[in-house]
């Protein structure tokens, strides 16, 4: 209820034109936003015209907005819509209407890790292929920096959905029905693209404690 009421009175600000409301939203959301057209916009001074092109259709549409959604989901919509028909025009990306179904086939674990048919535990871990545990890893190897550049790298080769989908849950900590509808895909779609993009982080860190 607090971050309903404290959405309702940014909102309320911003109907008013409430200049510092408006500049503490976009300090805000910046970051995260540029993060986020650059899925689909490589050029950094084209997906930074990108945020600021989302902001001022925001400001227009303001008025238009109903309230279905949260203020926040909404505004990642229109960057979203931004952001790929920049990238459409520019040939540099593709967006993410046009893209294949290749993020989301394919198993997410290497399949040679577990136990075929005929061994003792068909569809088990091979011995020694079990996932590392972080149970016990030092803190401050956990959140190294060395650790975390591992992770942006990672990320940052991602299949676009996929990469998406993670910055948006993991990142910036939109909900599931939140990615869904900045995204306009379906929760089964969601789930896979999640799935696999976490495992793939996954598999990243595993291979730095394994070494």
Request: aromatic letters at 6%; hydrophobic letters at 40%.
């Amino acid at each position: 209820m607090e971050a309903d009421a404290d959405e309702q009175a940014t909102l309320t600000a911003l109907r008013r034109g409430d200049e510092a409301a408006f500049a503490r939203l976009v300090k805000l959301h910046r970051p995260v936003f540029l993060r986020l057209a650059r899925v689909w916009v490589r050029d950094p001074a084209g997906a930074a015209e990108v945020v600021q092109n989302t902001w001022l259709t925001a400001l227009e549409s303001l008025d238009r907005f109903e309230g279905r959604s949260s203020l926040r989901t909404w505004v990642f919509s229109i960057l979203v819509n931004q952001a790929r028909s920049r990238g459409a025009r520019e040939a540099r990306t593709v967006p993410l209407s046009a893209l294949g179904r290749d993020d989301d086939t394919g198993p997410t674990v290497d399949p040679d890790r577990f136990q075929g048919p005929d061994d003792s535990h068909p569809g088990g871990w091979k011995p020694g292929a079990q996932p590392v545990s972080w149970e016990g890893q030092p803190e401050g190897r956990v959140l190294a920096g060395e650790a975390l550049r591992l992770l942006g790298s990672a990320l940052t080769l991602l299949p676009p959905r996929q990469r998406t989908i993670v910055t948006l849950r993991d990142v910036q900590g939109l909900t599931s029905e939140e990615a869904c509808e900045a995204l306009g895909i379906t929760a089964q779609n969601q789930r896979v693209l999640l799935h696999r993009g976490r495992a793939v982080l996954r598999k990243a860190l595993e291979d730095y404690y394994r070494s």
